[in-house]
């Protein structure tokens, strides 16, 4: 059974760091590419973030300068570092992973950004 599952969320005050985890089970986790999404009230599901494979990654221009992903294949894990976060950053984010036509999502953690 494939499962992606989040962890890191919760309450932060503007200029504030979170760091969010996606721990991956049931897959050959190396070969996927991973994705952090956000969706907040009211908007559709964005792309924050991605690392593929090779551990090449690519970023939303509104995170580039405050956002690190990285993985660690040996722990199955995928890793979003977030700085100096803004209340536009507040969102449910998701985890996805997608390799030669299999997709999965986990099931979000909340990420609110308030003073």
């Known amino acids: 059974q494939v499962q992606l599952v989040e962890s890191g969320g919760g309450l932060v005050q503007p200029g504030g760091s979170l760091r969010l985890s996606c721990a991956a089970s049931?897959?050959?986790?190396?070969?996927?590419?991973m994705t952090w999404y956000r969706q907040a009230p009211g908007k559709e599901r964005e792309l924050v973030a991605q690392i593929n494979s090779l551990g090449h990654t690519n970023y939303d221009e509104s995170v580039k300068d405050r956002f690190s992903l990285s993985r660690d294949n040996g722990k199955n894990t995928m890793y979003l570092q977030m700085n100096n976060l803004k209340p536009e950053d507040t969102a449910v984010y998701y985890c996805?992973?997608?390799?030669?036509?299999?997709?999965?999502w986990g099931q979000g953690t909340q990420v609110t950004v308030s003073s």
């Open positions: 049931g897959i050959t986790f190396s070969t996927y590419t």
């Open positions: 996805y992973g997608h390799y030669m036509g299999r997709a999965h």
